[in-house]
């Protein structure tokens, strides 16, 4: 997989996404990342790529010229399978999500900035709007951050154990169970009799009673969705 990044603060992004998971899919060849300053197709003599909204709203915009000439330069070397704006009004981000995008072989993101981009790029450049939640950021690194993170464990091989992923919170509509490893006693807390059975099958049951009991405990409305799902 690919995936470009347009971004005011491409060294902030390099770093965010250059340990763990995601740099060892990198290194594996499995996830390329291009950081691209979007400055670099400005051209204002001081390399601003914003501007004050017709309106008189207070707060700056994004330009639409900058964001096109980039876009349009990245697409003449890779064919997006998705160009994603990270905004806080768009999609909610979620596993199914994560899923469906970890399918793809090139992605392109556009991280926001100040009061928002220019309507025009999100009308006519963005195939797809993503938020990571109901509230604002300074920018949207993070938010891209995150989607690339989520996206690359995904990815067949960018996790040793494969079964790990496909048991992760979110990947059934349910919350994952608890955990527990070694010494099976400490301070008097002791794991679960069931987990050192040996069982498999009592083991997944219980897990499965776990899992169900902290959904409907943590995130009921993740089974209202749920439900919603089925029905639909």
Known sequence: MHVDIITLFPDAMRAMLSYSICQRAQDKGLLSLGF?????????????????????????????????????????????DEAIYTSPDGELFDQNIANELSLKKNLLILCGHYKGIDQRVRDHLITRELSIGNYVLSGGEPAAGIIVDAITRLIPGAIGDAESALSDSFQDGLLAPPVYTRPAEYNGWKVPDILLSGHAAKIAAWQEEQALERTKRLRPDLLDNKSLTKEQ
Do not use: C, F, K, Q
């Open 36 to 80: 691209h300053d979007l400055r670099t197709w400005s051209t204002n003599r001081w390399r601003r790529v914003d501007d004050y909204p017709y309106g008189g709203e207070a707060g700056m915009v994004m330009a639409v010229e900058p964001i096109a000439r980039a876009i349009e330069e990245l697409s003449s070397t890779h064919v997006y």
